[in-house]
């Protein structure tokens, strides 16, 4: 059988040359992929079990991955973890979520309208992580929300929001975490009737309300705003509070939900 030729390149575009490379591209992500929140470091044994190759070719992708400052070796404990340039590519890819343009405009009239800290988060596969922050506001105090933070599951308003709504299978610490509370049931609970979560710490003086924001019939987000206790009510039924919900509903009719609430109820 003939072997096609790229033109003008001279390179073969058979299954032999393309392979190799696909195994490469497919080894590298699946070390990458086996890091976690709850797993931040592997040794190089575990990395070679997860690969299913010999120890010598697993340091050699480890030592190339270190090379792109995709892992860091740590000499005094001799276990690796993800390198800095994975933090520049996860940025770049939250700035590019479709949500994230559109939630824009919305973000800021909703500044323009309460003066308070929006914040945009979305679910990461294990906890809200704070997308987009807009604190232009005019207050003397102004609180900012650094964009990458990821934010407690069960204490902040935005998890709690995600908790409540998200299919209970990719959610597998929520039973666990329900039996620990009866007051976190019973927020959820409140969560799921009015489509708001209000998170009042007494350490820092910080409110937040949060709601849901949905693409189709899932939960995509949460919309949030943040202020000081004194300048942000705890009411769902505030003026406040409303112009959240409204947001977040008017911005999830723009991403195909017909009226911000699950399966469009």
């Known amino acids: ?44 044994n575990e990395i070679t079990a997860r690969l299913g190759a010999s120890k010598a070719t697993a340091h050699r992708y480890t030592k190339a991955l270190r090379a792109a400052n995709l892992l860091r070796y740590d000499e ?28 824009e405009p919305y973000m800021e009239e909703l500044v323009r309208r309460i003066d308070e800290t929006i914040v945009l988060s979305v679910w990461d596969g294990e906890s809200a992580t704070v997308v987009r922050s807009v604190d232009n506001t005019d207050h003397m105090v102004r609180i900012s929300v ?77 919309l949030a705003i943040v202020g000081t206790t004194a300048t942000v009510p705890d009411d769902v039924k505030s003026p406040m509070a409303q112009a959240l919900l409204e947001t977040a509903r008017a911005l999830s009719q723009r991403l195909g939900n017909s009226d911000g609430s699950p399966g469009g109820r």
């Open 146 to 222: 650094r964009v990458g933070s990821r934010l407690n599951l069960t204490s902040s308003a935005q998890g709690r929001v995600f908790l409540a709504l998200l299919p209970p299978e990719q959610v597998p610490s929520l039973p666990r975490a329900v039996r620990r509370s009866a007051e976190l049931t019973e927020e959820l609970d409140a969560i799921r009737e009015h489509g708001l979560s209000v998170n009042s710490p007494t350490v820092n003086g910080v409110r937040t309300i949060a709601a849901p924001i949905f693409e189709g019939d899932e939960i995509s987000g949460t």
């Open 76 to 103: 005094r404990t001799s276990l690796y973890s993800l390198g800095p340039q994975v933090l520049t590519l996860a940025a770049a890819a939250r700035a590019g979520l479709p949500i994230v343009a559109a939630a």
């Open 1 to 44: 059988m003939a072997t096609k030729v790229q033109p003008g390149t001279g390179e073969q575009d058979g299954p032999d040359r393309t392979a190799p490379t696909i195994q490469t591209v497919q080894r590298a992500a699946l070390i990458l992929g086996s890091f976690t929140v709850g797993k931040p470091h592997m040794s190089l």
